[in-house]
Nanobody, 127 residues
């Protein structure tokens, strides 16, 4: 079982930056891929970024490419989402997710692929 805790959300003006962190509850030798999802009111939850266990493979939604960067530090059991040039349309609750993997180079971007979820952190971008 993996418990995930997000932090770093908040209120920022358009054009600003935030860095989200997601810490797993305990260290584990089992490899797991990670993803960041977001859900705005009235919209479906969507994957904005994902990273493999090794960190060598990443995925970004078209809407955030060039602005968001996902990274991970396995020694700290933490995954990050650096968000730059934020826009009002980035406003949402952001969730991190994890799934155990056998292929350490694979990432996943479908909601149904993840078994573990954090509680979410609110990101609000004002215009």
């Amino acid at each position: 079982q993996v418990q995930l805790v997000e932090s770093g959300g908040g209120l920022v003006q358009a054009g600003g930056s935030l860095r989200l962190s997601c810490a797993a509850s305990r260290r584990t030798s089992i490899p797991y891929a990670m993803g960041w999802f977001r859900q705005a009111p009235g919209k479906e939850r969507e994957c904005v970024a994902a990273v493999s266990w090794s960190g060598s493979s990443t995925y970004y939604a078209d809407s955030v490419k060039g602005r968001f960067t996902i990274s991970r530090d396995n020694a700290k059991n933490t995954v990050y989402l650096q968000m730059n040039s934020l826009k009002p349309e980035d406003t949402a609750v952001y969730y991190c997710a994890a799934r155990v993997v056998s292929n350490t180079g694979s990432y996943y971007y479908q909601y149904r692929d993840y078994a573990y979820w954090g509680q979410g952190t609110q990101v609000t971008v004002s215009s």
